[in-house]
């Protein structure tokens, strides 16, 4: 886990504060690199794994796998709904398939 972190930061220059919003956790627990903090500082740890899992996925060269893991990231982390996406993106909802 951590080392998918540590990807995130420096392939992708993922913005530490975000990450940290993101996934609930303090920033000083990220940085200590140490799993086992960041476990036990996570609400939710299942589903904090979830998110650092999709954000890394969404970094492959797969183009519609990189807006798929999008999608799920929106739908399961943040709460919007498919009818949301489909309204915003102007996509008939029954096209949406995640």
């Known amino acids: 886990m951590m080392e998918t972190l540590q990807l995130l930061i420096e392939k992708y220059k993922f913005n530490i504060d975000a990450l940290s919003k993101l996934l609930d956790v303090k920033k000083e627990v990220i940085l200590s690199h140490d799993e086992k903090k960041l476990f036990e500082n996570s609400k939710d740890f299942s589903k904090m794994y979830d998110l650092i899992v999709m954000l890394e996925l969404s970094g492959k ?33 029954k096209k949406l398939v995640i």
């Open 61 to 93: 060269d797969d183009a519609d796998f990189k807006i798929g893991a999008f999608l799920q990231v929106l739908l399961e982390y943040h709460s919007i709904s498919a009818e949301t996406i489909a309204l915003m993106s102007g996509v008939v909802k």
